[in-house]
């Protein structure tokens, strides 16, 4: 495993964000309840599962078959030491995945797409691991909210980072429209399905650590309502929703 990438996601990355389980923890059990109430996946892969493997503990939690890989060797070890028999170091730009052909029933990816070159690799490999009908979800960075979230903070200085992370910003290569992230999954033999329902949506984004300045006021005034409401505005990405052909 070559590059920037196998070195750049090291401890002192995720601790300049917040990666906390009492923050993330909630937000990744809400969409794993969510996925599984709808879709009853039996199996499923987190790729780039990051610091602590929150989701892939919440897919155990309910009674998952759950696994995960991520470039990061940090990652894994920061995990606890019971379910990393079930993590994989893989670079998602080149490597192939160490699964078996349609060997899972859904496989997510939160936040990683932008972090990847080569698109086509890493969906082809998610369609060769995938069932037949299995679901995809990933979240995605959108040029349109992008704008508008830079827009927003520029024009209103209480919507500003408490603590942005300039210092070590995350490897990005990859932001499209909407539109054309779901033709680039059609054109890998998928069929999109929808977004992420919009009320869970919100609760999820809305990290009981905020992010944003007014976000921290809001709390404290016990408007967490309207703090959704501004989280949901300030979103960069979208939540997308697939099913293999």
């Known amino acids: 495993m070559t590059g920037k990438e196998a070195t750049y996601y090291d401890k002192l990355y995720f601790e300049r964000r917040d990666y906390e ?21 039996k199996k499923t892969l987190d790729i780039g599962f990051g610091k602590g493997a929150f989701f892939v503990r919440a897919m155990l939690e309910l009674g998952r078959d759950a696994y995960g ?60 691991i ?7 979800f990933v979240t995605v960075p959108t040029i349109w909210n992008i704008k508008k979230g830079k827009i927003l903070r520029s024009v209103f200085p209480l919507f500003r980072e408490i603590s942005p992370n300039l210092d070590r910003p995350s490897l990005n290569y990859s932001v499209l429209t909407k539109r054309a992230w ?15 329902p919009r009320d869970i949506w919100k609760k999820v984004i809305s990290s009981p650590k905020p992010a944003t300045v007014i976000g921290e006021i809001l709390k404290n005034r016990g408007l967490n309502f309207v703090r959704e409401e501004i989280a949901f505005l300030f979103d960069w990405f979208v939540p997308l929703i697939f099913k293999k052909k």
């Open 21 to 41: 389980y009492t923050s993330k923890y909630p937000s990744f059990m809400l969409m794993a309840q969510y996925l599984v109430r709808t879709y009853s996946p």
């Open 69 to 128: 890989v991520d470039i990061s060797e940090y990652a894994i070890l920061s995990a606890p030491k019971k379910i990393r028999n079930r993590l994989y170091r893989v670079d998602a730009n080149s490597d192939i995945m160490p699964f078996e052909n349609n060997s899972f029933d859904m496989v997510t990816a939160f936040r990683l797409y932008e972090h990847i070159k080569n698109l086509v690799h890493l969906t082809s490999e998610i369609i060769r």
């Open 130 to 136: 995938l069932n037949k009908n299995g679901v995809l």
């Open 182 to 196: 779901i033709e680039h999954f059609e054109q890998q033999g998928f069929i999109y399905l929808g977004l992420f």
